[in-house]
Nanobody
Framework: QMQLVESGGGLVQAGGSLRLSCAAS????????MGWFRQAPGKEREFVAA????????YYAEFVKGRFTISRDNAKYTVYLQMNRLVAEDTAVYYC??????????????????WGQGTQVTVSS
């Protein structure tokens, strides 16, 4: 049973940056594709980014391309989301997820093997 714990959220001004972390425990981290999702108030959870187990391939939602970067450190059992040029519309609870299936398909599936509890990101305009 894998546990995922997100951190790094907070309040930031528009145009600023944040780096989210997701620490995994209780499983073999390198066997899992990892992804970031977000849910804004009154909206459904949506895909943000995903990364393969090796870290060699990444996938992004169109609305974050060029601003967000997903990465992972398998030795530290951690996946990161670097968020730059934040805008008010990025305000949401951000969740990380682990999946034994393909990272390329994470954006098209709502069910994943494990989820974290989420971390709040608030961007003030």
């Amino acid at each position: 049973q894998m546990q995922l714990v997100e951190s790094g959220g907070g309040l930031v001004q528009a145009g600023g940056s944040l780096r989210l972390s997701c620490a995994a425990s209780g499983g073999t981290f390198r066997r899992y594709s990892m992804g970031w999702f977000r849910q804004a108030p009154g909206k459904e959870r949506e895909f943000v980014a995903a990364i393969t187990w090796s870290g060699t391939s990444t996938y992004y939602a169109e609305f974050v391309k060029g601003r967000f970067t997903i990465s992972r450190d398998n030795a530290k059992y951690t996946v990161y989301l670097q968020m730059n040029r934040l805008v008010a519309e990025d305000t949401a609870v951000y969740y990380c997820a682990a999946d034994r299936d393909s990272a390329a398909a994470m954006g098209s599936r709502s069910e994943h093997d494990y989820w974290g509890q989420g971390t709040q990101v608030t961007v003030s305009s």
